[in-house]
């Protein structure tokens, strides 16, 4: 493997998880966001992974690597349309439940989604407008640096093989999510091995990018708002109790 591809392993496996790591941990100990605060988080994040993407096409093109190598391509349609309804369904089912059981607990035992929810999601409309942009962003770039460049480069690296480009693609798109923790590691490196295999068995990113932009937008959009009415009820519910009249 080249030595500059060595190199964006290395970021993308190492100072990616570690920043992000460390950056969740300072957003979440503050006490509360600005909207100028989350705007400013979403924006520099929309910087950082156009960046990131420019440096990897770059470096790809100089070692001849064509943008259908990376899965910026759509041979078969019909195929990738195929894919992408048949991992939307259980995806956004497995999202939307997940919700839902997190938005009856109350707010001491929702742990890091809840704190994400509530300090780092939308919470008017402005930062919403915003935020679909950043989601805009990571489909599409989390999808051309781990599915495409990752993918790609493991594949070359491992003699063709498709098991090492699924696998390690996925490895690395679950290192970049463990500021979620041991269970949203777990869950991403799934999802990374669904992205993966339909990336391989279409030939394209299209899928991917569908489906990580549908998951994304319906977590980022309805927790917020899940757990609002969650919290409105429960304050109801305690305002309305034998006390509530003395």
Do not use: K
């Not at 500059?4 to 920043?19: A, E, N, Q, S």
């Not at 001491?108 to 950043?134: D, H, K, M």
């Not at 295999?197 to 991917?208: D, I, Y």
Request: glycine share 8%; aromatic share 8%; with cysteine.
């Amino acid at each position: 493997m080249p030595w500059d591809f060595v190199l964006i392993f290395l970021v993308l496996g190492v100072v990616v998880p570690w920043r992000g790591s460390v950056r969740i941990r300072e957003l979440l100990r503050q006490p509360a966001l600005s909207t100028a605060d989350r705007i400013a988080v979403y924006a520099s994040t929309i910087a950082l992974q156009w960046f990131a993407v420019a440096v990897v096409v770059w470096r790809s093109r100089a070692h001849g690597i064509e943008p259908d190598r990376l899965g910026m391509a759509l041979p078969h349609l019909a195929l990738s349309a195929f894919a992408s309804a048949a991992l939307l369904v259980p995806l956004l089912a497995n999202q939307v439940y997940a919700l839902r059981r997190l938005s009856r607990m109350p707010p001491e035992q929702q742990g890091f989604l809840g704190e994400l929810s509530r300090n780092i999601l939308p919470q008017n409309s402005v930062e919403t407008l915003v935020f679909i942009a950043l989601v805009c962003t990571v489909a599409a770039c989390e999808e051309l640096l781990y599915r495409g460049f990752v993918f790609a480069a493991l594949y070359t690296a491992a003699g063709e093989s498709l098991a090492a480009a699924i696998i390690g693609s996925s490895v690395m798109f679950s290192l970049a999510h463990v500021y979620q923790g041991r269970r949203g590691l777990l869950a991403t490196f799934v999802v990374g091995l669904l992205l993966a295999g339909a990336r391989a068995w279409t030939g394209s990113l299209a899928p991917c990018v569908v489906v990580h932009l549908a998951v994304d937008l319906t977590a980022g959009l309805a927790a917020p708002r899940m757990l609002r009415a969650s919290a409105a009820r429960a304050t109801a519910a305690s305002g309305a109790g034998p006390e509530a009249g003395v």
